[in-house]
């Protein structure tokens, strides 16, 4: 599959957005960033929707922008998921799809529509308009029309942001699946961490339209100069594990993280099933000791790689090393100067919360036992 390569400027009165950057052809890539930062700008860059557009768009060896040469959105082979599902009201979910399958009937492709519906779980929606259907199923109906056109590139604008906790679980399963079901490069915009860990390959993450960080979506989870991009409040990090052993009376799951375990809330996967974890930094607590008597039951070994402190708050960002993998912890300023913090100390983090990964949804965020 071909990359996408942009590299684009849009000047508004009160903003401009500046990118350069190439987008890998497979996988998912979130665009990520706070409200107003240039995320959807780009993406209608992209598109072919934004004629303030300067510079140049390729997907692979085609120029969709550049010099003279602008290329019409309808000849891009891009699809584009918005916030609302944008659903022919007067048609069935069944018209919907049959509506996009007939005018892309001469795009080749290696999927079908019966691979559309069965990825996608859209056989029992058929008769229903969008009227009866839950936000969370007309978005799946959306995706399934945008899919049976035939796109090259998929672009999702926030496809979750209108559903509640409850809905964005239903989904969210359905989403991870398109990149691989579909052999389609995907970018997704958001600025909300729990569906970047749960989706995504890797991040572009964006502020004030210019990009501040690319790479993995642990590697930029762990750094601790994006506070402001990711919002101080969700900020924190992903390990990567699988389900070692369950406890069907406690209703409790064993997750093995390479050289140290978590307990969690029950996970419904068997043993040897790969997870994400997300842990937020400020459910992390820290101790010099190993404590006892708590209700807090996952106490990690730690080391200190780095702090830094936040001159104008109370606060301070740190991360650990846990044997290979990283965690943030925020705590405050005094507590680090109490416990004697330094680059290099050894500690005990206590994880309170924990996020699940999009294989395991029982629930959208659950705490970690008492």
Not at 57 to 86: C, I, K, M, S
Not at 226 to 238: N, P, W
Not at 297 to 312: C, G, K, Q, Y
Request: aromatic share 6%.
């Amino acid at each position: 599959m071909a990359d996408l390569s942009v590299d684009v400027r849009v000047q508004y009165p009160e903003f401009e957005l500046s990118v350069a950057q190439v987008f890998p052809g497979s996988g998912i890539t979130a665009l990520f960033g706070p409200s107003g930062c240039g995320k959807s700008t780009l993406l209608r860059v992209i598109a072919g929707f934004e004629r303030r557009a300067s510079g140049r768009v390729h997907f692979g060896e085609e120029v969709w922008q550049g010099g003279r040469r602008r290329l019409a959105p309808h000849l891009r082979g891009v699809g584009y998921v918005f916030q609302d599902a944008r659903l022919f009201p007067h048609l069935s979910a069944r018209g919907n799809l049959d509506y996009a399958h007939k005018r892309a009937a001469d795009v080749p492709a290696h999927y079908g529509f019966d691979d559309v519906v069965d990825i996608l779980d859209l056989a029992p929606l058929f008769d229903r308009r969008a009227a009866q259907l839950s936000g969370g199923e007309r978005q799946r109906v959306a995706i399934g029309r945008t899919m049976l056109a035939r796109p090259r590139l998929l672009l999702m604008d926030e496809p979750l942001a209108a559903l509640d906790t409850r809905r964005k679980a239903e989904i969210l399963p359905y989403v991870s699946r398109l990149a691989t079901a579909f052999d389609i490069p995907i970018i997704y915009v958001t600025h909300a961490l729990e569906e970047v860990t749960q989706l995504c390959d890797r991040i572009v993450a964006l502020s004030a339209g210019q990009i501040v960080a690319t790479g993995g979506v642990a590697e930029v989870l762990e750094r601790l100069d994006l506070a402001d991009v990711q919002g101080r409040f969700e900020a924190g990090s992903m390990l990567r594990g699988h389900v070692a052993a369950q406890d069907t009376a406690l209703h409790l799951t064993r997750v093995e993280l390479g050289g140290f375990a978590l307990e969690v809330p029950e996970i419904g996967l068997t043993p040897g099933a790969e997870v994400r974890l997300r842990v937020r930094a400020r459910d992390v607590s820290l101790a010099r000791s190993r404590p006892e008597g708590l209700s807090i039951r996952n106490i990690l070994d730690a080391r200190v790689l780095s702090i830094s402190e936040e001159p104008d708050t109370a606060h301070a960002e740190l991360l650990l090393d846990l044997g290979g993998q990283n965690l943030r912890a925020r705590i405050t300023r005094a507590a680090v100067r109490e416990l004697g913090l330094v680059q290099g100390a050894q500690t005990f983090a206590l994880v309170k919360s924990v996020s699940f990964d999009r294989q395991a949804w029982p629930r959208a965020d659950a705490v970690a036992p008492p």
